[in-house]
C-alpha cells in the first residue's frame, strides 16, 4: 500500500489491465528483447540436454520439436511477465501489503529496491503457486517429454520474466498513479545514461555510470534486480565506449599501430575522413563467481555482445557500419 492512499480491489484489477494494454500498444522492447535474449539461452540448454529418445531421431524431428520449444517459451515467458505485472499492482496497492511512503517512489533507483523486497515479502510456495501455471506449467510438462532437468531451468527463467513484470508495474504506479518522476542528477555527455541510476543495456544485465571525458565512457556492468540483491552488487564487466575520427583512425593505420589498423580493416571505405565510429570494448571480470546466480556460457558471451551492441547503437542512433564491439 501507499501512504495516504486507498485503492478499491476493482479500481486495482482494473488499473493493472489498462496498463499492461498499455505496454503492448507501446514501442517498448523490454519483452521481446528479454524473449530474443533469453531464447538463446533456452536454444542452448535444449541442445545440450536431449534425452536419449531425442538423440536417436533424425536432424528433421529434432529440429521440429526445438522450434516447438521455442515457440512454447515465448508463450510461457509472456505469461509469467503478465503475472509478474498483476503480482505487481496487488503488492503496491493493496491495504495489506507493506507501506511506502510517495516520496520513496522518487529514489533513482527504489524500482530495484522494491524487486530486492520482493522475496521477503512473498513466500516460496506463493511464488510458486503464481508462476507454475498455464503457459510454464505446459512448457515444463511438454519440455520432459525430450529434455532433461528442464523444471530448474524453465522455472529460473520464468522467475526473470515474472520479476521483468513486476519492475513494470512498479513503473507504472510511479507514472501513471502517483506521477512521481525519479530523481535524477543529471546525464552523460556521449551516451546520455544517468550518473545516479542503474540502467538497463541487456535483459540479463545492468549498467552503472562510472567515469567519462569527451570521447570516452565507462560503465560497470551487473547482473540485474530480477537476480536478487547479492548477485547484483557483483562487477561483472566493464564496458568501454570510445568515440574515433576516421581520419584519426587511418592516420594512425598507415603508422601500424594495431588497434587503429584493425579498426580500418572493417570500416567501410567507402566513409568519409570527418565521419566518426566508435569502439566498444568489454571486459569481463569473472575471478569471483561466487555470488553468480549461474556461470556464463559461451551463448551467453555471444548474447551480451549483441545485446549491448543494439543499446548502444539505439542510444547513439547510430548503424553497424559505425559500431564495433570487441573483448
Avoid: C
Amino acid at each position: 500500500m501507499i501512504s495516504g492512499l486507498e485503492f478499491p480491489s476493482e479500481i486495482i484489477t482494473s488499473s493493472e489491465k489498462k496498463y499492461i494494454d498499455k505496454f503492448y500498444e507501446s514501442d517498448s522492447t523490454l519483452l521481446s528483447d528479454s524473449i530474443n535474449y533469453y531464447g538463446v539461452l533456452f536454444s542452448a540448454y535444449l541442445i545440450s540436454h536431449g534425452d536419449k529418445k531425442f538423440q536417436q531421431m533424425n536432424h528433421s524431428e529434432q529440429n521440429t520439436i526445438i522450434q516447438k520449444e521455442e515457440t512454447r517459451f515465448q508463450t510461457a515467458m509472456k505469461y509469467a511477465f503478465n503475472k509478474g505485472h498483476q503480482i505487481g499492482f496487488s503488492l503496491l496497492l493493496m491495504s495489506e501489503s507493506q507501506e511506502y511512503d510517495q516520496d520513496f517512489f522518487t529514489d533513482p533507483n527504489s524500482r530495484d529496491d522494491f524487486l530486492y523486497t520482493y522475496d521477503n515479502l512473498v513466500t516460496t510456495n506463493v511464488f510458486e503457486e503464481n508462476i507454475r501455471r498455464d503457459a510454464i506449467d505446459r512448457l515444463i510438462r511438454y519440455t520432459r517429454r525430450n529434455f532433461e532437468n528442464g523444471y530448474k531451468v524453465i522455472t529460473d527463467l520464468g522467475t526473470r520474466f515474472f520479476k521483468k513484470g513486476i519492475a513494470v508495474a512498479f513503473d507504472d504506479v510511479r507514472k501513471y498513479v502517483l506521477q512521481k518522476k525519479y530523481k535524477i542528477s543529471g546525464y552523460s555527455q556521449m551516451l546520455n545514461v544517468p550518473y545516479n541510476q542503474d540502467f538497463t543495456v541487456t535483459p540479463a544485465f545492468k549498467a552503472t555510470f562510472a567515469m567519462e571525458s569527451p570521447d570516452y565512457e565507462e560503465w560497470d556492468l551487473h547482473w540485474d534486480a530480477t537476480y536478487g540483491f547479492n548477485a547484483a552488487k557483483g562487477l561483472v564487466a566493464k564496458v568501454m565506449i570510445h568515440r574515433l575520427n576516421l581520419k584519426t583512425i587511418r592516420k594512425y593505420a598507415k603508422e601500424h599501430a594495431n588497434t587503429y589498423a584493425m579498426l580500418n580493416n572493417f570500416v567501410s571505405q567507402d566513409l568519409h575522413d570527418d565521419e566518426v565510429v566508435y569502439l566498444v570494448r568489454i571486459d569481463f571480470l569473472v575471478v569471483d563467481t561466487s555470488q553468480f546466480p549461474r556461470l556464463l556460457q559461451h551463448s551467453e558471451y555471444t548474447a551480451i555482445e549483441l545485446a549491448l551492441k543494439q543499446t548502444i547503437s539505439r542510444r547513439l542512433k547510430v548503424d553497424n557500419s559505425h559500431l564495433f564491439i570487441t573483448d
